[in-house]
């Protein structure tokens, strides 16, 4: 057995002069070939890196006197007796004779005037004594918008709002009434809420008599308070009676 083969070795602790391995062989295309060949091919003066390769300009072909002016075209001959249009024919020249046509034009016309429709004269209107005429369908005068079909009809959006409000009113309604059932609350009526009106408003009168009388000098507390008890009783009797003319439907609680 060879005492280098194994890891654990004393002839390892020797160190040895590494040697680098030697390297693949490069890779080579096998289309190499083809590739330059394509490319030869199809190469132009245009597609190389820099400058192209261009013929240099000759010296002698410099720039010059009248070089850029345009170049009119030759000059024509004009002659005045030459004829501008065709000449007038001939006394002596006749027309083409025995040509005619089979269609019967009177009656074409009379048929074409019998079944067309009738051109109706497009209205104007005229603002000014000095006859300006003006487009009478694009000044807003004709009435075109009340004689559509859908004129003064209330909108889908809107009945549907309603209905909601009245259908959101009745369950208010039906939930007040209920709230009442349950409470036992009792709706006066229209001669009971005129007779406590009536009541109140006879109260404040009597009062109201009753603090007229009082002394003009208020010179002691127990008339001053009498004053201020009677001003108090009026203004909460003013305050009840506005409360029920402010409201027509009153309920009470019953006892």
Known sequence: MDPTCSSESIYNLIP?????????????????????E?????????????????????????????????ILPPKKVFDRNKPKKPPVPLRTDHPVMGVQSEKNFINTNAANVIMGVAKKPKPIYVDKRTGDKHDLETSGLIPKHINKKDY???????????????????????????????????????????????????????????FQSLSVFIDSIPKRMRKQKLEEEM????????VIEKHKIIYIANK
């Open 152 to 210: 003064g009809v209330t909108p889908k959006y809107i009945c549907k709002r309603n209905e909601e409000v009245k259908k959101a009113q009745e369950e208010y309604d039906n939930y007040i009434q209920e709230k009442l059932r349950k409470a036992a609350m009792k709706r006066l009526s229209d001669e009971e809420r005129e007779a406590v009106l009536q009541g109140l408003k006879k109260n404040w009168e009597e009062v109201h008599k009753e």
């Open 38 to 70: 394509d490319m030869q091919k199809f190469k132009t003066a245009m597609k190389t890196m820099g400058p192209p390769k261009v013929e240099v300009p000759s010296p002698k072909d410099f720039l010059k006197k009248h070089s850029k002016e345009k």
């Open 16 to 36: 040895s002069d590494w040697k680098e391995p030697p390297q693949p062989p490069r890779y080579i295309s096998i289309f190499k070939t083809a590739v330059k």
């Open 235 to 242: 203004k909460q009797l003013e305050y009840d009676i506005g």
